[in-house]
């Protein structure tokens, strides 16, 4: 069994440090970079990518609204044309390093509140998607499982990849629990290496009510930002290769 592990990095700006990016990095399959609109600056885009490309670690744009004072976490009412717009911008804004540094971008992966709208909303999903189809119809669509972005990929023609979550609950619906709500984020590891043994294993995961619902796991996402993330992610890597699951970039298995 393989699976892709990755991390939401690149998510300082200035002085102000966000996450562990330099331990966490080598520990992981693929890294998702902030591409400034929600966190991130120039110079932190670029020392993430030389990080990664150091420890051969695949890139993915991290794009968002341009909310940086809510760290991309506020729903922004915005049109198809901006959403498009906002994810061309900041997709040329991450090619920009990775061409500097002769590595391609892997994957693209929502950030915060558009991903959780993007979920559920066809047309905003569908947005996106046609921007990444515009500047280069190889990278991977990461989204949440079973989710409308990843049929909205579909329908576009990309390569989509799963994505599942160590740290974070479910609702009923297969749509995590949103931050505001208790329980919505796990910090306990065990919880975590649990929920996620779960899912590789059964292909199903515990909801915050108590209800099994199937799912499928293509990528686990561990978020940059917890501040028990480096714990989690040696936690996980421990576990998984106890388990024989292999970690891979996701292009290998998508």
Do not use: W
């Not at 329908?155 to 629990?177: C, K, P, Q, S, W």
């Not at 043994?197 to 796991?217: D, S, Y």
């Amino acid at each position: 069994m393989k699976v892709d592990l990755n991390c939401d990095l690149g998510e300082s700006f200035g002085v102000y440090t966000m996450g562990l990016d330099e331990e966490i990095i080598p520990l992981v399959s693929s890294v998702n970079v902030a591409c400034g609109f929600h966190a991130g600056d120039p110079c932190v885009m670029q020392k993430t990518i030389a990080l990664a490309k150091d420890s051969q670690i695949a890139i993915g744009a991290h794009p968002g609204y341009p909310d940086m004072l809510g760290f991309g976490r506020r729903n922004l009412d915005i049109t198809p044309i901006e959403a498009k717009n906002y994810i061309l911008y900041q997709l040329g804004a991450l090619f920009a390093f990775a061409k500097a540094y002769s590595v391609q971008i892997q994957h693209i992966k929502p950030h915060g509140a558009m991903y959780n709208k993007a979920a559920l909303d066809f047309n905003l999903a569908q947005a996106i998607c046609e921007a990444v189809a515009l500047f280069d119809e190889r990278i991977i669509f990461l989204g949440l499982a079973h989710s409308v972005m990843l049929q909205a990929a579909e329908h576009m023609g990309l390569r989509i990849a799963h994505e599942v979550f160590a740290d974070r609950a479910y609702n009923d619906d297969g749509t995590l629990v949103a931050r505001r709500e208790q329980g919505a984020v796990i910090t306990d590891s065990q919880q975590a290496i649990q929920q996620i043994l779960e899912i590789l294993m059964q292909q199903k995961v515990t909801t915050i009510t108590g209800k099994k619902i199937p799912i499928r796991a293509d990528s686990i996402c561990v978020h940059g930002d917890n501040h028990k993330a480096l714990e989690f992610v040696k936690q996980i890597r421990k576990s998984l290769s106890q388990n024989h699951i292999h970690i891979v970039p996701m292009r290998e298995i998508v």
